[in-house]
Nanobody
């Protein structure tokens, strides 16, 4: 059983930044697929960003260029740096982990090449944290 503990949520004004952290309890968690999801009131939980053990990442279109996911395998930790926050980013943010990543093939809009990317679906992750609230005011 893997336990995930998030921290770093809070309230900021639009344009501000926050950094979320997540620590995993499992010994082998440094090889796990890690991700961040969020759920706003009245909406379904959605994938925000994911990272595999080698450091390959994927992002939801709504956060590309503003959010950065990273991990420190030595600390069994992952992070989500959120910049240029918008009121629509307000949500409960959840850390997620799974022993393996699910990948999909997508066409890169810049190069036209088909590349394998980490999929960000709820069912792809077996372990979840309790969540940390992020509130962005206008």
């Amino acid at each position: 059983q893997v336990q995930l503990v998030e921290s770093g949520g809070g309230s900021v004004q639009a344009g501000g930044s926050l950094r979320l952290s997540c620590v995993a309890s499992a010994y082998a968690a440094n090889s796990y697929c890690m991700g961040w999801f969020r759920q706003a009131p009245g909406k379904e939980r959605e994938g925000v960003a994911g990272i595999n053990s080698a450091g390959s990442t994927n992002y939801a279109d709504s956060v590309k260029g503003r959010f950065t996911i990273s991990r420190d395998n030595a600390k069994n930790s992952q992070y989500l740096q959120m910049n240029s926050l918008k009121p629509e980013d307000t949500a409960m943010y959840y850390c997620a982990a799974d022993p393996s990543c699910t990948t999909i093939t997508q066409k890169d809009p810049l190069t036209g090449a088909y590349v394998a990317r980490l999929r960000l679906k709820n069912g792809d992750f077996a372990y979840w944290g309790q969540g940390t609230q992020v509130t962005v005011s206008s």
